[in-house]
């Protein structure tokens, strides 16, 4: 399959998705470590798409979405919105992109991240950025 449009969006336009559109689906690909310690949007399901120590994209990552969104929706879960999110926007378009290939039809990239940039400092948290916005979060 192709891929097909994944949409770029920030923080705010996806929290906003998410209130609109309550079958929405938030997805942080970041690492267990990174779920865990530094913190994740309130709701998000985790599905890594890499772990340490190799860092490797997880083969299994599609499926383990599809298993994961199994029964969420009527009909296939290929149909429910799902919105990525890592660190800065990378790993996530990846997993959009991943997604995407393998028949999900409306897939968004938080292209900001849940840390956001780095400053001049070399700082996260300070310029963009699901936790610079102020939207809901926890650490467990």
Request: aromatic share 10%.
């Given at each position: 399959?192709?891929t097909v449009?994944i949409?770029?969006?920030?923080?705010n336009?996806?929290w906003?998705?998410l209130?609109?559109q309550?079958?929405?689906?938030?997805?942080?690909?970041?690492?267990?470590m990174?779920?865990?310690?530094?913190?994740h949007?309130v709701g998000?399901?985790h599905i890594?798409?890499?772990?340490p120590?190799?860092?490797?994209?997880?083969?299994q990552?599609?499926?383990?979405v599809k298993?994961a969104?199994s029964?969420?929706?009527e009909?296939?879960?290929?149909?429910l919105?799902?919105?990525?999110?890592?660190?800065?926007?990378k790993?996530?378009?990846?997993?959009?992109?991943a997604?995407?290939?393998?028949?999900?039809?409306?897939v968004?990239?938080?292209?900001e991240?849940?840390?956001?940039?780095?400053n001049e400092?070399?700082?996260r948290?300070?310029?963009?950025?699901?936790?610079f916005?102020?939207?809901?979060?926890e650490?467990?």
């Open positions: 399959m192709s449009n949409q770029d969006i920030s923080p336009e996806a906003e998705l209130q609109k309550p079958q929405a689906v938030l997805l942080d690909v970041r690492s267990t990174e779920y865990e310690y530094v913190g949007p998000a399901t890594p798409w890499k772990e120590p190799d860092w490797e994209n997880d083969p990552f599609v499926a383990k298993a969104l029964g969420r929706a009909g296939e879960p290929e149909s919105p799902v919105l990525t999110i890592c660190r800065s926007g790993r996530s378009l990846a997993a959009a992109e997604l995407s290939r393998q028949g999900f039809r409306e968004y990239n938080i292209a991240g849940f840390e956001g940039d780095l400092k070399g700082h948290n300070s310029l963009s950025g699901w936790r916005h102020n939207l809901p979060w650490q467990t």
